[in-house]
């Protein structure tokens, strides 16, 4: 694999393969790798001739400079797991802010509904510089394909319609969750939880798997009110929202008829550590 930290020599190195009938697969990350990534990373190996990984924890999608700060970083650690994995072709971009940043980004995206409720509405100004980072990837890399995590389902939806509002020719490729045994969706914050914490948080994907049993006796109103409940009974734990929502246009539903694809999202606070998983709980798609 090459490691790059400047666009200059990115561009280089991709020139060849815009130019040829390859692939190029993107993979964004902010590092701090876990199975996650590693199963986007593999789904873009078997479809891309040119895999490209980047890490850069990116400062405008942070609305608290203590979240930006703690959030963490593992350079060495990853660039290990990458080398066992990537190919001769494949790159790892790891820019500085300066590379990404030279001046301040005054880009405003409007994404209407979708980045004002849940993650939108906790995390103000999140998507905005999610949407800024990674269109100025889209823009210097060109992949044809990006691939992200279901965790992160309002931010796969919303870089959907990024795709569309800038008429990217990048097709975004969601793929599922990871857990760990015990049911925990895989996130690189999972790493500041500490021993305590990380055995609560199993809490959080067991409410989301119940109420997929629950959701034959109670409305999703009801449900709403007794997952939210349930999860608050426990001292260490906090619901900041847990929302039953459309698939599509994240709206909250009243009824299970309501849409084809309904999702439970929730964001659980562990001490001063923010948690989010979602789970389907309707699939009439399949
Ligand atoms: O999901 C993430 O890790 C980040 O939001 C992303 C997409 C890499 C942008 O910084």
Redesign the pocket.
Known sequence: MKIVSKKRDLVNLLKPCWKGPDKIGLV???GALHQGHLSLILKALQENSCVLV?I???PT?FNDSEDLNNYPRKNSEDLAILKDLLRQEDIVFIPEEAEMYPERDMRRFDFGHLDKIMEGAHRPGHFN??AQ??SK?FDLIKPDFAY??EK?LQ?LII?KKLTDITGSNTTIISCPIIRDNDGLAMS?RNQLLSKTERKEATNISQALFDAAKLKKQLSPIKLRESIINRINSNPELEVEYFEIVDGFELKPVSSWESSPLIYGCIAVKLGSIRLIDNYKLVNKKD
Do not use: C
Request: charge should be negative.
């Open positions: 964004p990350t902010m980047s850069f924890v990116n999608q510089g999610v980072i990674v990837l992200f995590g992160d931010q870089l690189s």
